[in-house]
């Protein structure tokens, strides 16, 4: 699965981006479509997780309320809306793909988990 994340750019704290990832090569609504962030000096970190044919999904604690990832088969593309942003929003965010959203207990989404990644799309948020 090749994948290519989009839409990043810069924004002021309490503005909002949509983040977009295409995928090609493959059908997307085989796959579960995750979304994670990796900060300067920190471990990557997994957002949200929806399902091949997005009847499920989820978000980590952080980003409830703030985040809703969605997807569009027909355009095999998934979205990451993101609102009211933080300065520590600020990082690169990818997106994955894999067979399953698979959730573990004290720490949510497994970026090992995910075997085809996206390139990556720099957020920042400004104060």
């Known amino acids: 699965v090749q994948l290519q994340a989009s839409g990043g750019g810069l924004v002021q704290a309490g503005g909002s981006l949509s983040l977009s990832c295409v995928a090609s090569?493959?059908?997307?609504?085989?796959?579960?479509i995750g979304w994670f962030r990796q900060a300067p000096g920190k471990e990557r970190e997994g957002l949200s997780c929806i399902s091949g044919n997005g009847g499920n999904t989820y978000s980590a604690d952080f980003v409830k309320g703030r985040f809703t990832i969605s997807r569009d088969n027909a355009k095999n593309t998934a979205h990451l809306q993101m609102n009211n942003l933080r300065p520590e929003d600020t990082a690169v965010y990818y997106c994955?793909?894999?067979?399953?959203?698979?959730?573990?207990?004290?720490?949510?989404?497994?970026?090992?988990?995910?075997?085809?990644w996206g390139q990556g799309t720099q957020v920042t948020v400004s104060s």
């Open positions: 994955a793909a894999a067979r399953h959203c698979r959730f573990w207990a004290g720490i949510g989404l497994r970026s090992a988990d995910f075997g085809s």
């Open positions: 090569g493959v059908t997307l609504d085989y796959y579960a």
